[in-house]
């Protein structure tokens, strides 16, 4: 844990290298110290190729951070800071960063690994 999804503008990826961003992403989760087991973060990006936002330019990064329930709000509170401050350093021209963090309920979350 955690997972964290970018969602971002479809055309992106001409211009940047979510690769890159994705990198930048998990290094950050590491460095938080919030993750013990670095290898438990998981980091994805998804184009969206359809889409309208309400500022120029038109374009965005959005990550979900989705981590075990548990964690206080002043931890989650730095944690999406951080991420942010990633997708920042990282998409300095794109128009709209944001971050959030949801709970995964313990009881019913399942994992597999090899």
Known sequence: MPHITVEYAGHLD???CLTGVCQALF???AASGVFPDVSAIKVRAIPCPFFRIGTEP???AHATIRLLAGRDEATKAELTRS????LDQAL????????DIKDID???YAKRTL
């Open 14 to 16: 001409e211009t940047h």
């Open 27 to 29: 290094d950050a989760a």
């Open 58 to 60: 038109q374009s965005f």
């Open 83 to 86: 991420i942010l401050a990633a």
């Open 92 to 99: 300095p021209d794109v128009g709209s960063l944001s971050v």
């Open 106 to 108: 313990t009881a019913t």
